[in-house]
């Protein structure tokens, strides 16, 4: 069904701006060169894994496109307009460190992020809290990193954005909770709206999902490639990594 949907979403999305294009982006944190001419399209509709060794520029990367910080050089769009904070309403995110209040239950910090987001889907929270196993009562300080990393993808998941951006959404998570995030993850593209960017070392369990892969290494693009075309030519996402990063 996953399949079927995405071939649908890229018919639909033909002919509309890219999620995301990155034109020549380049940064530099404290003197070190961190991206370097980072030149790549995400297409609406689309399930891309952003994929690449430790320390290679991913969550950099994403906190570009999400505005936290500009680009020192080239230019990140988000359909069609440039990235910044005030284009945070396209696009929902998940950081690669949890800042959860730890006061709160996860109950109360459901409904406080539901008051903040205009977009969120008090549907889509009761669906996935059951999927992901959140238990409302429990309180953010006392839950292990699993549970945590769990309400933060509900948190990111219950919003309607048409961008959703996961930086490494399995950190601390078991194996079963993995595949029902995996599964979440379809649940969501089923409604054939929304682009999701996803930035993960679990390439086992996500390779079912993509449909491209973006391969980040030294802080520059070393490929893209459509997943059925690798699968045509005989190779999975885990044997191109290989071949791109051993
Ligand atoms: N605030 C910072 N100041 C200086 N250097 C930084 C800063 N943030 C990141 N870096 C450096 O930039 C490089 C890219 O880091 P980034 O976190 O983007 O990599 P990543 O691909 O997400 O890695 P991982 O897979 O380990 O999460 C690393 O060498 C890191 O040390």
Redesign the pocket.
């Known amino acids: 069904m996953g399949n079927i949907g995405n071939v649908e979403n890229r018919a639909a999305s033909a002919g509309k701006a890219p999620a995301i294009s990155c034109r020549e982006v380049g940064m530099t944190?404290?003197k070190?060169k961190?991206?370097a001419n980072v030149t790549f399209e995400v297409e609406a509709g689309s399930l891309t894994g952003l994929l690449?060794?430790?320390?290679?520029?991913?969550?950099?990367?994403?906190?570009i496109l999400t505005g936290l910080v500009p680009p020192e050089t080239g230019r990140a769009d988000l359909f069609g307009a440039p990235a910044g904070p005030e284009r945070l309403g396209v696009l929902s995110f998940l950081p690669?460190r949890g800042q959860l209040p730890p006061y709160l239950t996860a109950g109360e910090w459901l409904q406080f992020a539901a008051s903040l987001y205009p977009d969120w889907s008090k549907t889509a929270e009761r669906d996935l809290a059951e999927e992901l196993g959140v238990d409302r009562a429990q309180r953010i300080g006392a839950m292990s990193r699993g549970e945590e990393a769990r309400l933060q993808l509900l948190t990111c998941l219950s919003r309607q954005a048409p961008l959703i951006v996961l930086?490494?959404p399995f950190t601390g998570v078991d194996l079963v909770s993995r595949e029902r995030i995996a599964s979440a993850v379809v649940g969501e593209m089923a409604d054939g709206e929304r682009t999701f960017l996803i930035?993960t070392?679990d390439i086992r369990e996500m390779e079912q999902l993509f449909d491209r892969i973006v391969l980040?290494g030294k802080?520059t693009i070393q490929g893209s490639y459509l997943v059925d075309d690798l699968r045509r030519s005989g190779r999975s996402v885990e044997s191109c990594y290989r071949e791109v990063f051993a």
């Open positions: 944190l404290k070190k961190v991206l690449g060794p430790n320390g290679a520029g991913k969550s950099t990367l994403m906190r690669d930086d490494e930035a070392h980040v802080g």
